[in-house]
Structure formats: C-alpha cells, structure tokens
C-alpha cells in the first residue's frame, strides 16, 4: 500500500488535540502514514473576537507554540515531535495528566537546550507561528480548530489534500480500533460538502497515556 502523508497542526497547549495526535500515531501502526508536525494557535484563532474562548487574557497560550516554532526552526520535525511528546508526558506524580509540563523541563527531556525555553516570552517566531496558522487554516477556513488534519491525495503528490478538523476524542483507540476510525475519518473527509459530526462531549482522559 502507498504511504499517505498526514500534515497534522497542533496547538501544543489543548489536550484534546493532544490525544488526537496520538491517535494518529496508533493508526499509523496499522496504516501506511507519515505523520509531518506543523503549529497552529489558538491564540491567534481567537483574536479578535469579543468573547475569549480559551480564558487566556494574559496570552499564556503564546508560550509554549513559541517555543514549538523555535524548536522546528533550530531543529526541525522529528525534534518538534519528540518536544511536543515531552510537553504532555506522563511524570509519574500520582497526581493524574492536566495539561503539559514545564517547557523547559520538556526540552531537556526532548533531548534540546532549555535555553530554548526563552523563546516563548519573546515574539523573535512570531511570523513563523502565524505563517505556519494560516497555511492550517487556508484548508477548512477561520472556523475551524485544532488539530487540523490534512492527508496526501492518494496517487497524485500534486492533488488537492483532503483536509478535517478533529476529530475531537477523550481518549485514544489503540491497534485496529485505531485504524477504524482513520478509515472513517478519512472516508467522511473526503465526502463533498461534508463538514461536521459532533458526538457527546467528555473531559480528556489524559491519564491513560502511559
């Protein structure tokens, strides 16, 4: 079977896309695909807007795709992948995943200088996040959300990618349940004029990844 690309943006602050990524790492056990990281944010989606949907008056969101964009310009895709896993690791504290780790501490775990931690309070990568958002969100349009998803047109490098947002899940199918639901996904993408499926919402449960 031809290996698919799957160009995948993350905001590497929401834990439901956190547990879509991996997802897309489970069926890419079972599924010819290349996953390829790209960044997105939430705060920049979200600017402008009169109400504030993430509750991040102070723009902590900025810090950490920052840091994100630095790590891919200093270090490239599989340095972001390994980073965005240690943002989200499991650290062993008996107190149960709520959101990621310390930056700093996610780089030295990631295998990069925690100096790239200063990135996040400076705007030095700012062009490259809005950049990298808004060749995301030019697939599905401003009201969209993370992740996105786009996969390689089978056969055809040059043909259009089909494109999704989500699906959003509270926790991640494993071996072939993994598998199915990229069928599905894939399959209800490529539909013209399919755009939403909503289930029953449910809090992350971030504290099965092990």
């Given at each position: 079977m031809t290996t698919r690309t799957v160009d995948f943006w993350i905001d590497p602050a929401c834990p439901y896309t956190w547990l879509t990524s991996r997802w897309v790492l489970?069926?890419?056990?079972?599924?010819?695909?290349?996953?390829?990281?790209?960044?997105?944010?939430?705060?920049?989606?979200?600017?402008?807007?009169?109400?504030?949907?993430?509750?991040?008056?102070e723009g902590h969101l900025w810090i950490p795709v920052r840091i994100c964009a630095a790590v891919l310009r200093e270090h490239g895709q599989k340095a972001l992948g390994e980073f965005y896993a240690a943002l989200w690791a499991e650290r062993g504290d008996g107190d149960g995943k709520k959101w990621?780790?310390?930056?700093?501490?996610?780089?030295?775990?990631?295998?990069?200088?925690?100096?790239?931690?200063?990135?996040?309070?400076?705007?030095?990568?700012?062009?490259?996040?809005?950049?990298?958002?808004?060749?995301?969100?030019?697939?599905?349009?401003?009201r969209t959300g993370t992740p996105i998803v786009a996969v390689s047109a089978p056969g055809d490098a040059a043909g259009a990618p089909i494109a999704f947002n989500g699906?959003?899940?509270?926790?991640?199918?494993?071996?072939?349940?993994?598998?199915?639901?990229?069928?599905?996904?894939?399959?209800?993408?490529?539909?013209?004029?399919?755009?939403?499926?909503?289930?029953?919402?449910?809090?992350?449960?971030?504290?099965?990844?092990?």
């Amino acid at each position: 079977m031809t290996t698919r690309t799957v160009d995948f943006w993350i905001d590497p602050a929401c834990p439901y896309t956190w547990l879509t990524s991996r997802w897309v790492l489970e069926a890419a056990k079972v599924r010819p695909l290349e996953v390829r990281w790209h960044i997105m944010s939430l705060a920049v989606l979200n600017e402008g807007r009169d109400d504030d949907p993430e509750g991040d008056p102070e723009g902590h969101l900025w810090i950490p795709v920052r840091i994100c964009a630095a790590v891919l310009r200093e270090h490239g895709q599989k340095a972001l992948g390994e980073f965005y896993a240690a943002l989200w690791a499991e650290r062993g504290d008996g107190d149960g995943k709520k959101w990621i780790n310390d930056p700093a501490t996610a780089l030295v775990d990631a295998g990069l200088s925690a100096e790239l931690a200063r990135a996040g309070v400076s705007d030095a990568h700012d062009d490259a996040v809005r950049a990298s958002h808004a060749e995301g969100v030019a697939l599905l349009g401003e009201r969209t959300g993370t992740p996105i998803v786009a996969v390689s047109a089978p056969g055809d490098a040059a043909g259009a990618p089909i494109a999704f947002n989500g699906p959003v899940i509270s926790r991640v199918p494993r071996g072939e349940e993994a598998g199915h639901l990229w069928d599905g996904a894939l399959l209800m993408a490529s539909v013209p004029g399919f755009h939403e499926l909503r289930g029953a919402p449910a809090d992350p449960e971030l504290d099965t990844l092990r």
